[in-house]
């Protein structure tokens, strides 16, 4: 067993529609996590009466709450780091507002392969930012090689392996060092810490610790499996452990759209 205690940390914020919120109770409702946990929802750039209209929702379900005292947007990254510190005896999965466990004993699997110098996510991919640069009627050709430029100087091109971290687990500790100073002023900023040149598998892949993605069978995958999983835009993409927007875009493509988007995350 385990001997550390494990945090399951949804966030929500003013940004984030009800519906989102509502499908993560639902769904952490329905699927048996197989272990025991604290759920942690934290809740960000919200006012008092909306916190006390969502907890009222889930007064039946035994969770702490962490209300976020920071008054200015720094994305999701920013909320994770101020949790971290609070819990930095734990073992955290952390979990954006648009994703929620779709398997039972989906936080089985994760902590089955969770040992120190590990992260484990629910998914992984080998997109780079810099295919996402297209021309856009009207043609802006000064637009499209700015960008372009931008994006080399941050990103790696195809493939660009990382983990996606609409939800992954750390050891808070390990997640400190990576933030220390850094700041998430800008979107653009959150998207070079997922994927950028020193992203955060970048970066802990550089001080070797293990990177899994871990699927519904309870398996793990290497880097250069990843693909195989079934958890990220391939073939049906039927293994998830959790679902996120991303997948769940995927998931609504036609056939031959969905094998343009294979491509473009994995190349094949």
Known sequence: MYSKKIIVCYL???FDKITSFNQFIRHYKKFNSGIKHELLICYKLLKKKKIDILEKKIKDINHHFFIDPIEVNDWDFGS???????Y??????FMNSHSYPITNFWLKKFIKHFKNKTIIAS???????????RFKKPFNFISYFKKKIKGKRSFNDFPNPHLNTSSFMINPGDFLKYLKNKSFSNKYETWKIESGFNSLTNFFKRRNFKLFVVNSDGKKF???????SET?????????????KHSRKY???TTNEKKKSQFNVWGV
Request: glycine share 4%; charged share 30%.
């Open 88 to 93: 930095n005896k734990d073992v955290i999965l």
């Open 222 to 228: 290497k880097e250069h499996e990843w693909m195989l």
């Open 232 to 244: 990220y835009h391939y073939r049906k993409q039927s293994k998830s452990i959790i679902s996120d």
């Open 123 to 133: 998914s992984g991919s080998f997109e780079s930012i810099t295919q996402q640069v």
């Open 12 to 14: 929500f914020t003013g």
């Open 80 to 86: 994770y780091k101020r949790v971290a510190q609070k």
């Open 251 to 253: 998931l609504r493509l």
